[in-house]
């Protein structure tokens, strides 16, 4: 009787562990798919309101975070995708691109155990595109201002 009861806490322990540890796993997908949703709206001024955004979004998934776990990245980056490598190399064109990436850092825990979660996403944002002007496009150009 008594390896019994003992074989059936266990059942129950394993159990709670296996549904806490999935519904982690589905939190964590959850929130991966809003943190690459909100990499659309970050630009130069909008940091902080996407810091809060996803501070929101992890509210509504059951998730404590801090914005101050959140890190939301904006700057010059020299990649370039291959649809801008094709047409800059045969239009002599150059591309300014963005590198946007947000990362963010939170605790699970699990049966008073602390896991550490890290999500981080990042993506190529095209802003500007110039093509290069020759001597005969820039005059052109200034003729048809002056007129």
């Known amino acids: 009787m ?12 394993i159990g709670y562990v296996v549904s806490k540890a999935s519904t982690a796993f589905k939190v964590r997908n959850d929130l991966t798919d809003r943190v690459v949703y909100r990499l659309d709206f970050v630009d130069e001024s909008s940091t902080n309101s996407v810091k809060d955004d996803v501070v929101h979004d992890a509210q509504k998934l059951g998730i404590d975070l801090d914005p101050s776990n959140i890190n939301v990245v904006y700057e010059n980056s020299l990649l370039r995708t291959v649809p801008q490598q094709i047409v800059g190399n045969q239009l002599g064109m150059r591309f300014v691109n963005k590198q946007i990436g947000i990362s963010v ?7 008073g155990m602390h896991f550490n979660q890290d999500i981080t996403q990042t993506k190529i944002k095209q802003v500007q595109e110039r093509m290069p002007q020759n001597a005969l496009q820039q005059q052109l150009l200034n003729d048809n201002q002056n007129q």
């Open 105 to 111: 850092h939170y605790v699970v825990n699990i049966l």
């Open 2 to 13: 008594r390896n019994f009861i003992v074989i059936i806490l266990a059942l129950v322990l």
